[in-house]
């Protein structure tokens, strides 16, 4: 939809050098944890966000038992903030793996895409928040 | 107790030059949603971080229905990512509101502490889980 791409585009810009983000994810006593995740820079927001995680680790437990999980992106020292609200879910397709792996992730990945041992975290957004300067709003994408 | 003081200044630590941080709370529908908070720099951390809000706002109903929160605090150019998982309360106390009252809130805030349109968010967090360069770890407080 054309409303959609253009509201895709909007949030695509405003994470363009947003690298890092903090995944809020809820765990089984209802306690919200949230840790840094990167989006590799290069890749540019299409409605989805993409990260690799170690498939035996407690996000991708929470995740499969509560898939809501909020991102943040903060640079605060120019007054930017994102809070993208929405859905996860787990990815273990060899493709998708293969097709969004880089170099640089062997730097927190001892596996390569190949290993199962290594899964992709894919968070659909519904609800993007964002203060940027005096300029703030709320983008509705789904 | 010792064992708390002592990972109380520790986070205290860590925290003094994060001003922002993101709040992460939970609406009726179980979806999160994030906003951008200020410590206002100046107040260490003493077991309790505090923020002032209106008192008509989506954060302080969700916190009313769902107390459990999570505090995003991020430096992505140093890489220094702090997660505070615990409870939130709503502070109407008057003398409270006063104690912590500042000048520069008058940015954020129309009324003074005296009026009841402004309220205080009181975060207790039970975890503290930090990333700090090649140094992470969990802190447990209570």
Same mark, same amino acid.
């Given at each position: 939809?054309?409303?959609?791409?253009?509201?895709?585009?909007?949030?695509?810009?405003?994470?363009?050098?947003?690298?890092?983000?903090?995944?809020?994810?809820?765990?089984?006593?209802?306690?919200?944890?949230?840790?840094?995740?990167?989006?590799?820079?290069?890749?540019?927001?299409?409605?989805?966000? @993409? *990260?690799?995680?170690?498939?035996?680790?407690?996000?991708?437990?929470? %995740?499969?038992?509560? !898939?809501? /999980?909020?991102?943040?992106?903060?640079?605060?020292?120019?007054?930017?903030?994102?809070?993208?609200?929405?859905?996860?879910?787990?990815?273990?397709?060899?493709?998708?793996?293969?097709?969004?792996?880089?170099?640089?992730?062997?730097? @927190? *990945?001892?596996?390569?895409?190949?290993?199962?041992?290594?899964?992709? %975290?894919?968070?659909? !957004?519904? /609800?993007?928040?964002?203060?940027?300067?005096?300029?703030?709003?709320?983008?509705?994408?789904?």
């Amino acid at each position: 939809m054309a409303g959609d791409s253009r509201a895709i585009g909007k949030v695509a810009k405003m994470m363009r050098d947003l690298d890092f983000c903090m995944l809020t994810t809820r765990d089984e006593d209802g306690a919200l944890h949230a840790r840094p995740m990167s989006n590799n820079g290069e890749v540019e927001f299409d409605g989805d966000v @993409w *990260f690799f995680s170690d498939a035996d680790s407690r996000k991708v437990r929470e %995740i499969e038992a509560e !898939p809501r /999980v909020e991102l943040s992106y903060a640079d605060p020292k120019s007054y930017r903030f994102i809070s993208m609200s929405g859905e996860a879910s787990i990815v273990r397709d060899a493709d998708k793996k293969r097709e969004l792996w880089m170099k640089e992730l062997e730097r @927190w *990945f001892d596996g390569g895409p190949e290993t199962d041992d290594i899964v992709l %975290i894919k968070v659909t !957004p519904t /609800v993007v928040e964002y203060w940027n300067g005096e300029d703030s709003g709320e983008i509705e994408l789904r």
